[in-house]
């Protein structure tokens, strides 16, 4: 049985008061929470405050990022040893804003990818598909080729040491989502594909949905039998939504 996770994903939000606010917020909300796990993922700056109020809590933290280098001169980047040194469970890689804004392709991703795993850090990758792409008919053409890039580059084994979360650029703080439906059927595709060169990898491959999940809609996206939990964008920056959302994490296991 694969355990839900319900990661927040911060983005270049907040400041040290509100993160501080937010980390206590959520702390205090999941409290007696035992079925489901739960992650936060601030910008750098913020991580060693996760670290300092967390560490006594089950919660989780991670980076929204990660380099393909190991170190050296790399203006601007952080290492996964760096991340490790802040107690970091997880690291996004591939998130569709750094694919489209800072022009991320498939191998800097994978590069990524396979950097935090040898660096002991979980990658949680993120793949999905446009609009255009979506009513062109090329959703599963576009998340294989990012699947198959991490695939290709680190092996189906790379899969046993990460995540997945399945992110329709379309439903990115967009208000609207994928539909349970819609989302369960690419999440199938994904661990079938997976399943094609280990099914055993594939079955314990966590899968999350992302894309404008709230409280309201996130029951229903969870008891899909491929979606494993949710990377929540905007609801992640209020504790009670975010809460709210573990709390259906917490109820479908
Ligand atoms: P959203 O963002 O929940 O605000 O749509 C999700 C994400 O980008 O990870």
Redesign the pocket.
């Known amino acids: 049985m694969r355990r839900p996770l319900i990661a927040g994903?911060w983005k270049m939000n907040g400041s040290k008061a509100e993160a501080t606010q937010l980390l206590n917020g959520i702390k205090a909300g999941v409290a007696g929470m035992q079925r489901v796990d739960v992650a936060v993922c601030p910008s750098f700056p913020y991580l060693y405050l996760a670290e300092e109020l967390l560490a006594d809590s089950a919660i989780a933290w991670g980076a929204q990022d990660v380099s393909a280098q190991a170190g050296g001169a790399y203006t601007g980047q952080v290492s996964a040893a760096m991340l490790k040194d802040f107690a970091c469970r997880y690291a996004i890689v591939g998130?569709s804003?750094r694919r489209q804004l800072n022009g991320e392709d498939d191998a800097l991703v994978a590069s990524k990818y396979a950097r935090a795993v040898a660096g002991g850090i979980v990658p949680i990758l993120c793949i999905g598909e446009t609009l255009e792409e979506r009513e062109s008919g090329r959703t599963e053409e576009v998340v294989a080729r990012h699947i198959d890039a991490v695939l290709n580059s680190s092996g189906v084994e790379a899969f046993g040491a990460g995540i997945v979360a399945y992110?329709p650029v379309w439903?990115?703080?967009t208000g609207v989502t994928a539909t349970p439906d819609q989302a369960q059927e690419v999440h199938a595709f994904v661990r079938g594909r997976i399943a094609s060169k280990n099914q055993e990898i594939a079955a314990g491959l966590r899968l999350l949905y992302?894309?404008?999940?709230k409280p309201g809609n996130a029951v229903e996206l969870i008891a899909q039998p491929d979606i494993d939990g949710g990377?929540?964008?905007?609801?992640s920056l209020k504790a009670a939504d975010f809460v709210a959302i573990c709390q259906a994490g917490e109820d479908s296991a």
């Open positions: 994903n998130h804003e992110e439903a990115i703080g992302g894309g404008s999940m990377l929540i964008g905007g609801a």
